[in-house]
């Protein structure tokens, strides 16, 4: 079974950088479609950011410039590195494997929770 596993999460001051990780096993994870999504409280969960298996990037226009999706396919691991954050940044973090190979199928991290607070 595909479980991916978030770190990184935790309490940071306004202008303050975070380094989430995504491990991810159990797949074929070079060719996955990783992504970051990110829900608020009492808000729907949105699309962060996605690296392909080439490396394409794409990112939300509200993090674009701050944000940057990388992966390291020997460790099976994607990150996402937050600099200037903003309160509005403040959500739980999740990691999302598109698996191309295997079906289609999306495998769902447990979350990771990241606060912007003074």
């Known amino acids: 079974q595909v479980q991916p596993v978030e770190s990184g999460g935790g309490l940071v001051q306004p202008g303050g950088s975070l380094r989430l990780s995504c491990a991810a096993s159990?797949?074929?994870?070079?060719?996955?479609?990783m992504r970051w999504y990110r829900q608020a409280s009492g808000k729907e969960r949105e699309l962060v950011a996605t690296i392909s298996a080439s490396r394409t990037t794409y990112y939300t226009g509200s993090v674009r410039g701050r944000f940057t999706v990388s992966r390291d396919n020997a460790k099976n691991t994607v990150y996402l590195q937050m600099n200037s954050l903003k309160p509005e940044d403040t959500a739980v973090y999740y990691c999302?494997?598109?698996?191309?190979?295997?079906?289609?199928?999306?495998?769902w991290g447990q979350g990771t929770q990241v606060t912007v607070s003074s």
């Open positions: 999302n494997a598109f698996d191309w190979d295997g079906g289609k199928v999306n495998y």
């Open positions: 159990g797949f074929t994870f070079t060719s996955a479609l």
